[in-house]
């Protein structure tokens, strides 16, 4: 250990406030990790059919998330600034360094500043944890890690209440409405029994998965699998003073196991058996700190190596989850040699990996589904401060159990008696405001288990803070095993991308490298250095908050917009009176609020647009009796707005106007001007994805309308070979009826 030189001891109202900084980005993040939170409650289906908003927070209780938890970030690490050492200092600058190119892609750019901030407030979040408990005084910050990994840990109990709930009550029911309605299902989707979509589908389907609030099953099981490994190292540390602890977290250690089997996700099991053995090395052997370091960083590396391996080998293998993410990787290496310096965006890899994709990619993704692939095609060379963040903390909270746990916390002690209950209480807070969002749509029973499983949550808070505090190999060796399983499946999933989790995860990385006991040289260099590095966290968290006050306009407006098109959802169940307007007409006004509007970036945003082209698609189709003069108006918002937003989204929908307008009119009276912005769109569509099989369709279809057999063809073909493409994922395929037709057009 080094000498500790230039710098006073943090007062102890400083410890307080940074401890309650941390505590508060604890609770923040738990909370996020139990509720959806999509970048639109309105519109991922059509009002129409679902009357209600999506069950989550909008975009502008995010950011206001994000900015807060920046705020605290920098807050902590203030307080804590004559304490903070060298390593502090470097994880700080490490962090806002990453952060500079969210800030830049974020001004004006909603989506950039959605998604960035949640990674810049997580990221930072985690290194302002690690930062300032290294500074805390031994007694004080084992305390403050006790509480705040709690609340982390904790969080787990509603995910695995929920988890269990949806592959034993919820999927079941599923099954059985998809086998009644089977044939209406298959064919609103185009599909014939027994077709490989189809018969891939329905495989799909039929396999339970718990996905709690992530919506996806490997992003689930890489926290179920961290609680199941770190709970277990909880139980063990209180099987002998707190046995009736230690079976509550024993029970839920073990549903956590049973939904990682059931989700069936070979990284995560692969995860948890290596932060097992590593848990169990580190508790047996006693390595050394230096040791345990650069094995942890290795086996994080070793996936790295394993994905490029499989990457080589190709399809000469039948496994392709593997062989999917190298080509993610490709990908994201094509965007950071296209955008070395600040890369696509947060939100940018999505349409990047539409032209960067290989010729045999399936899949169009919006991550790399690797951490360190994601920051740095949407964050470029600078991605590279947070890669070097991540493999920090994990070194740091390997290295945590080479010094052995440090004597046992007193019972008479204030951190035996009140860490239990701050935890508990924070804990409970957090799950019962995660259930606000929610609770329009939810029932009895389900309100219920909610309650439950929160106060369930605050019970194994408060026995997580004394299994820290009893000072337990097996709590030490569990938790940086826990860690490593995190940091491995973030190379292959978005552990750290997906909402909810990015904030989560890397907080209890953070917490876990807060345990470490080293410390570097503490002096004034590192106290300005982090000082500044916290300050200038302050700057995105600024324009976060303006973002917010943007976004819940937005918000209204786009609410607005889709009331008159709920109106008829609601009449369906019979929950209000039919309205007296055509849904045509209500369709149409909703086009109209969306597309012309005060100047608002957040309406500007692709995904808003396609909506209000889809609704506008669908106010001048077939049956809606609409005249000339309104599919006119129809197909000019149409222009305005591909114009405006070249994007392959709105591209797609501008292209369902057209071709509404087209089935409408016979193709008579507005034929040139249809297909003038049919042409246009398939255009948009084929540049923006150069195997957009729809774009190359529509483009063979109007030349052959048009005589140009050649032409037609020729975009023939290439349809037909950009299908070719996708055959690693026949439900991607276009139907056998489809592929015919174009066949022919390819003909000679």
């Known amino acids: 250990m080094n000498a500790e030189v230039g710098t006073s001891e943090p007062s102890r109202g400083s410890v307080a406030v940074a401890a309650a900084a941390c505590v508060g980005i604890a609770a923040i993040m738990a909370g996020r990790a139990l509720v959806a939170q999509p970048p639109d409650l309105w519109f991922d289906v059509d009002p129409a059919s679902d009357p209600f908003p999506f069950a989550g927070i909008a975009p502008s209780t995010g950011l206001f998330l994000d900015s807060l938890t920046l705020v605290l970030a920098a807050l902590a690490v203030l307080a804590m600034r004559r304490g903070i050492d060298r390593v502090g200092a470097a994880l700080m600058v490490l962090a806002a360094v990453g952060g500079i190119p969210v800030v830049l892609h974020g001004f004006g750019v909603p989506d950039h500043l959605w998604r960035g901030l949640q990674w810049l407030s997580a990221i930072a979040g985690a290194a302002a944890i690690a930062a300032s408990m290294r500074a805390m005084p031994a007694q004080r910050s084992r305390a403050a890690r006790a509480v705040v990994a709690a609340i982390l840990l904790a969080a787990a109990v509603p995910i695995v209440a929920r988890g269990i709930i949806q592959v034993w009550v919820e999927h079941p029911q599923m099954v059985a409405e998809f086998r009644e309605h089977k044939q209406e299902i298959l064919a609103a989707r185009g599909w014939v029994e027994g077709s490989p979509q189809a018969l891939t589908y329905e495989r799909r389907l039929l396999q339970p998965e718990a996905t709690a609030w992530f919506g996806l099953s490997n992003v689930a099981s890489s926290a179920l699998a961290a609680c199941t490994l770190v709970l277990t190292g909880g139980a063990l540390a209180l099987r002998r003073s707190r046995p009736a602890g230690a079976a509550l977290l024993a029970m839920v250690a073990v549903g956590a196991a049973l939904l990682v089997a059931v989700n069936g996700s070979k990284g995560a ?349 669908s106010a001048v189709g077939p049956g809606t009796g609409s005249d000339a003069a309104r599919r006119e108006q129809a197909l000019a918002m149409a222009h305005r707005a591909l114009e405006r937003h070249p994007s392959s989204v709105v591209a797609g929908a501008a292209a369902l106007v057209a071709e509404s307008v087209r089935d409408a009119s016979g193709g008579a009276a507005v034929r040139g001007t249809h297909e003038e912005l049919l042409r246009h769109a398939a255009e948009r569509q084929v540049a923006a994805n150069p195997r957009s099989v729809n774009g190359w369709s529509r483009l063979a279809d109007l030349s052959a309308a048009q005589g140009d057999a050649d032409a037609a063809r020729a975009a023939a073909t290439r349809a037909l070979s950009a299908d070719d493409s996708y055959e690693l994922d026949p439900m991607r395929r276009i139907p056998a009826a489809e592929r015919a037709r174009l066949e022919r057009l390819a003909a000679p």
């Open 269 to 617: 099991i692969a995860a948890l058996v290596a932060g097992a053995l590593f848990a169990l090395w580190s508790a047996r052997r006693s390595p050394g700190a230096r040791l345990m370091g650069r094995v942890a960083v290795a086996c994080v590396a070793l996936v790295l190596v394993a994905v490029a391996l499989r990457g080589v080998v190709g399809e000469r293998l039948g496994e392709r989850s593997l062989l999917f993410r190298s080509h993610y990787v490709q990908g994201a290496t094509h965007m950071l040699t296209a955008h070395p310096l600040i890369g696509v965006g947060p939100a940018g890899f999505s349409e990047g990996y539409l032209a960067a994709r290989p010729d045999r990619s399936p899949e169009e993704v919006q991550s790399a589904h690797a951490a360190w692939a994601d920051w740095l095609a949407s964050l470029g060379l600078l991605g590279a401060a947070w890669i070097a963040l991540l493999s920090s903390l994990v070194a740091l909270a390997a290295r945590a159990t080479a010094s052995g746990p440090a004597a046992p916390v007193g019972e008479g002690s204030l951190a035996w008696s009140r860490g239990p209950a701050i935890a508990a209480l924070a804990t409970l807070a957090a799950c019962m405001l995660a259930i606000v969002p929610e609770a329009p749509s939810l029932d009895e029973w389900s309100l219920f288990w909610r309650v439950l499983a929160a106060v369930l949550s605050a019970s194994i808070a408060g026995a997580l803070v004394r299994a820290a505090l009893v000072g337990s190999r097996a709590w030490l060796a569990a938790t940086a095993g826990g860690v490593l399983l995190l940091a491995m499946h973030a190379q292959v999933e978005m552990t750290l991308w997906w909402p909810g989790s990015v904030g989560r995860t890397a907080a209890l990385i953070g917490v876990a490298a807060g345990f470490a006991v080293e410390r570097m040289s503490r002096d004034r260099f590192a106290s300005v250095l982090a000082s500044v590095a916290a300050l200038a966290l302050l700057v995105p968290a600024g324009i976060g908050i303006v973002g917010v006050t943007r976004a819940r306009a937005a918000e209204q407006v786009i609410s607005a917009a889709a009331e008159p098109v709920a109106a008829f959802g609601l009449a369906r169940l019979q929950f209000a009176p039919m309205p007296e307007t055509s849904l045509a007409d209500a369709r149409m006004q909703c086009a109209r609020a969306l597309l012309e509007h005060e100047p608002n970036p957040w309406l500007d945003r692709p995904p808003v647009v396609a909506a209000a082209l889809q609704q506008l698609a």
